[in-house]
């Protein structure tokens, strides 16, 4: 198993952007929107890895560390991922249920320090796109008016 992304949280997706993709010179490979809205970007971060950035979430106080939102661990076949998911059930770790998403399917638990998992099943490669924001925050609306 390996660490397919790792999920970050922003409260302030623009300077998110203008920090990872102007100054340090990352590229944005997809906008998107989470099923409860809120703003799901990836940055491509060389050698083929990425991260994902989760907008609307609390900063934490002055002195207080930010926390990662999730590690996705992939798994190759519908057999590993139903095994890990009946595994981790019959050790009684709780589990989301199983979510369908445009790339295959996934689910969440935590580890015992309370770090949020996921393990994904992609059956089919998401292409690229700027576009799966509708309303896009204005450093992606400046990319795709270049483009």
Do not use: W
């Amino acid at each position: 198993m390996y660490i397919d992304h790792v999920g970050i949280n922003t409260n302030d997706m623009e300077a998110t952007l203008q920090f990872y993709c102007g100054m340090l010179g990352m590229r944005l490979v997809r906008t998107t929107r989470t099923p409860d809205g809120r703003r799901h970007y990836n940055v491509e971060i060389g050698g083929g890895n990425a991260f994902a950035v989760f907008d609307g979430a609390e900063l934490p106080t002055a002195g207080e560390r930010q926390h990662v939102n999730h590690l996705a661990l992939p798994v190759d076949t519908l057999e590993e991922f139903d095994a890990a998911y009946q595994r981790l059930k019959d050790h009684g770790i709780a589990v989301t249920e199983i979510i369908e998403r445009g790339y295959g399917k996934t689910f969440y638990f935590h580890d015992p320090n309370g770090i949020r998992l996921q393990i994904e099943l992609k059956t089919k490669q998401e292409a690229d796109s700027l576009e799966g924001d509708l309303d896009p925050v204005p450093y992606v609306r400046a990319l795709l008016q270049r483009a």
